[in-house]
């Protein structure tokens, strides 16, 4: 499964992007480093190094990944 890359600089970008991952039907795990941490729980990402980008695994079909990109467009790394 392809993971997405994201940045979250703010506490805002934080709020913003749990907030559309608890939107989701579908499992969202974020990576960093050896952690991988629930997306849907705030208090999980803010326990991450949030000063490098994150890595999204979405466990669903490819719909559930296109949706949920689309949704955190502004936070993905190119």
């Known amino acids: 499964m392809d993971a997405l890359k994201v940045r979250l600089h703010t506490i805002e970008d934080v709020r913003m992007f749990v907030t559309a991952a608890n939107m989701q039907v579908s499992d969202i ?3 960093s480093g050896r952690y991988t941490i629930d997306a849907k729980s705030l208090l999980g990402i803010f326990s991450l190094d949030l000063t490098k980008p994150v890595s999204v695994v979405v466990h669903g079909n ?4 296109e949706r949920f990109a689309e949704q ?3 936070l993905l790394v190119e």
């Open 72 to 74: 955190i467009k502004s």
């Open 62 to 65: 490819a719909a559930d990944r």
């Open 29 to 31: 795990d974020v990576v």
